[in-house]
């Protein structure tokens, strides 16, 4: 789906805030800021873990509860087309960030802003299985375009 208000302006100031918020992350926590990992271990963390992950879980949902809020248009999305399939993609998705040490965010945008080869591949493996994905659900079986 292609936005309609997309704009390179946007894009670019909205990867700012996020190559911001993980440098000031990772600067002042010392921590990753992945967000399967940091949800992941929000109810299992160590004494003085658990604030930072609280607050940057809080962060993410009200950020986006602020920008539907201020910008309604950027909250229009389809939904799956079946709660078994959301389901499904919500467990191969948490399966694959497991298998891979990580998820998009973590190995994206701060492994390979840290120069790490091994977020650079697992990066690259999830964009060839997000481009397959697409291929195989939206050409092959006929999926919605």
């Known amino acids: 789906m292609i936005q309609p208000d997309f704009s390179p302006t946007s894009a670019l100031l909205g990867g700012a805030m996020i190559g911001t918020a993980s440098a000031l992350t990772w600067w002042l926590v010392d921590k990753v800021p992945g967000v399967?990992?940091?949800?992941?271990?929000?109810l299992q963390a160590r004494a003085g873990d658990t604030a930072w992950r609280a607050l940057f879980v809080v962060g993410l949902l009200g950020g986006a509860?602020?920008?539907?809020?201020?910008?309604?248009a950027t909250a229009r999305f389809t939904a799956?087309?079946?709660?078994?399939?959301?389901?499904a993609a919500g467990l191969l998705v948490g399966f694959g960030s497991r298998l891979g040490g990580g998820c998009t965010s973590g190995h994206g945008v701060?492994?390979?802003?840290?120069?790490?080869?091994?977020?650079?591949?697992?990066?690259?493996?999830?964009?060839?299985?997000?481009?397959?994905?697409?291929?195989?659900?939206?050409?092959?079986?006929?999926?919605?375009?």
């Open 110 to 145: 701060c492994g390979i802003g840290r120069g790490s080869g091994r977020s650079i591949v697992a990066t690259l493996v999830f964009m060839l299985a997000g481009f397959a994905t697409v291929l195989v659900a939206r050409h092959l079986l006929g999926g919605a375009a």
């Open 65 to 72: 509860a602020l920008a539907f809020w201020l910008r309604p």
């Open 36 to 42: 399967s990992g940091i949800v992941g271990r929000i």
């Open 80 to 87: 799956a087309p079946s709660l078994g399939v959301a389901v």
